[in-house]
């Protein structure tokens, strides 16, 4: 989520730009195309349906860097989204405010080859591969718009920490139960090839049962693989406490509250798989380093 401004702008249309999708050169659709098909492989099997879905929707494939115009038609007839142009990360009020008007915003630059497995600073692989295929899902779709509306609230009322927490652990970093066993949907793990190989190889992390309190609560590293991931069973539900929380409430409450950290379980945490914990033995655990 853009809690960190790189720009001056307040309001939405100060944040928009032309994607200018003519000017990506042929290294530029090579290296989508590399990015893309690496990541299909690794995710095989383990991504949620509703993602996969997406992506065919929505045209989006190893050819190239995606026409927001073009993929837009499709977006739009599907759950009312559409793609907007940013420059790079943008203030917390006009993120949500797009959010909230069914307008998802994503960086136009590409990552070169020399840095195919990590960015500080996310780019339209990231946002398009990552982000859009689930807002073909009306479910998710309708979450995503109430999180904006509820992001506009929290702005006002000292609670954007809280919901950058359910950001992290749900649109980015979110996994869902399904029939056939716990699949991602976040767009952190579908985007990022270290972080999908960690999810599917690497037995170290937690699965914990999604708590929106606990969530809440619950910080986070920005810069490394995570510790604990927690499952949904339903995009409907997420929607559903979105609408159904008092939030406000809530954060008065929590400022009162002890902060959590991802690495250890707590008495009344729902364990679906508890980790081996071993990625992260030898990493400073404290609170400190958590965001």
């Known amino acids: 989520m853009a809690t960190h401004a790189v720009l001056n702008a307040q ?15 042929a290294e530029d659709h090579a290296t989508w195309g590399i990015l893309f098909e690496r990541q299909r492989k690794t995710l095989e099997g383990h991504i949620c349906q509703e993602y996969l879905d997406g992506l065919a929707a929505l045209g989006i494939g190893p ?33 949500f405010q797009m959010l909230s008007d069914r307008r998802f915003p994503a960086g136009t630059f590409i990552r070169s080859r020399a840095q195919l497995d990590y960015l500080e600073e996310p780019d339209i692989f990231h946002d398009v591969f990552g982000h859009v295929p689930l807002l073909t899902n009306p479910a998710y779709a309708d979450y995503m718009r109430e999180y904006g509306r509820t992001g506009l609230v929290a702005c006002d009322n000292k609670g954007v920490k809280f919901l950058a927490r359910l950001n992290w652990y749900t649109i980015e970093f979110g996994l869902i139960r399904k ?3 716990i699949k991602a949907y976040g767009a952190g793990i579908a985007s990022s090839y270290g972080e999908a190989k960690y999810v599917v190889e690497d037995p170290s992390a937690n699965f914990l049962a999604f708590d929106l309190e606990r969530v809440l609560r619950t910080g986070y590293y920005i ?20 609408r159904e929380t008092d939030f406000l ?14 690495f250890e379980i707590g008495p009344e945490d729902v364990v679906v ?19």
């Open 11 to 25: 309001s939405v249309e100060d944040c928009i730009i032309a994607q200018d999708w003519e000017r990506y050169s």
């Open 273 to 291: 798989r508890e980790g081996t914990g071993d990625y992260w033995r030898e990493f400073p655990q404290t609170k400190s380093h958590l965001k």
């Open 223 to 242: 810069d490394d693989f995570q510790a604990t991931y927690f499952v949904i069973d339903r995009f409907e539900d997420l929607f559903a406490l979105m």
């Open 63 to 95: 050819e190239g860097v995606p026409d927001f115009r073009a993929m837009n038609e499709r977006l739009r007839r599907l759950t009312g989204w559409e793609v907007v142009a940013v420059p790079g990360l943008i203030p917390s009020r006009p993120f």
């Open 249 to 262: 409430e809530l954060y008065v409450r929590l400022r009162t509250e002890p902060e959590l950290t991802p």
């Open 179 to 181: 029939p056939e066993g």
